[in-house]
T-cell receptor, first 112, second 113 residues
Framework: SQQGEEDPQALSIQEGENATMNCSYK?????LQWYRQNSGRGLVHLIL?????REKHSGRLRVTLDTSKKSSSLLITASRAADTASYFC????????????FGTGTQLKVEL | DAGVTQSPTHLIKTRGQHVTLRCSPI?????VSWYQQVLGQGPQFIFQ???????GRGNFPDRFSARQFPNYSSELNVNALLLGDSALYLC????????????FGSGTQLSVL
């Protein structure tokens, strides 16, 4: 089953705009990760935020985590056409360990 | 260094057949995980192997099995294929069992007719 639900399911913006996508999850976590997938192929790790962190930055990416609401957001600033992809949040299970549970994904399209 | 490699990239099978998918992790990575991704959904966990031992199994029927070899490469086997097994099968490797950063291969696209 999917742990997370992502919102929106699809997002279309112009190059240079910011893109925000949200993820909600159901159980307690140790960390939450975001991955990007181009054209239905392999996923690429973007960023990890631990349960005791509230915000994290990496280049044009900003991730927030609200464990009380069981939600996270990914902000991509100054988007580029190359950012067009599907974005997934992934959580580890209670007690950490051996699997990631992925959300349903947000399809981002950045138009020139 | 090479990334995670999977073979074959595409596969077409008929119902009832058996399939074997292969994965080579990044050099030095001892953990291999398998995920199934149905079109329009996020990946779903099937198995994790670490140091040749099964460390986790997702909610998949016994038709799905896997193993890890001494060189840490892995095979995913699916018996008695069903139409619903059509999906992208992703292999991911990591250096530990913690899955704090998975490196994914490009996947095997399996079509069951």
């Amino acid at each position: 089953s999917q742990q997370g639900e992502e919102d929106p399911q699809a997002l279309s913006i112009q190059e240079g705009e910011n893109a925000t996508m949200n993820c909600s999850y159901k159980t307690s976590i140790n960390n939450l990760q975001w991955y990007r997938q181009n054209s239905g192929r392999g996923l690429v790790h973007l960023i990890l935020i631990r349960s005791n962190e509230r915000e994290k930055h990496s280049g044009r990416l900003r991730v927030t985590l609200d464990t009380s609401k069981k939600s996270s957001s990914l902000l991509i600033t100054a988007s580029r056409a190359a950012d067009t992809a599907s974005y997934f949040c992934a959580t580890d299970g209670p007690g950490g360990g051996n699997k990631l549970t992925f959300g349903t994904g947000t399809q981002l399209k950045v138009e020139l | 260094d090479a990334g995670v490699t999977q073979s074959p990239t595409h596969l077409i099978k008929t119902r009832g057949q058996h399939v074997t998918l292969r994965c080579s992790p990044i050099s030095g990575h001892k953990s291999v995980s398998w995920y199934q991704q149905v079109l329009g959904q996020g990946p779903q966990f099937i198995f994790q192997y670490y140091e040749k031992e099964e460390r986790g199994r997702g909610n998949f029927p016994d038709r799905f099995s896997a193993r890890q070899f001494p060189n840490y490469s892995s095979e995913l086997n699916v018996n008695a294929l069903l139409l619903g097994d059509s999906a992208l099968y992703l292999c991911a490797s990591s250096s530990t069992t913690l899955n704090e950063k998975l490196f994914f291969g490009s996947g095997t696209q399996l079509s069951v007719l």
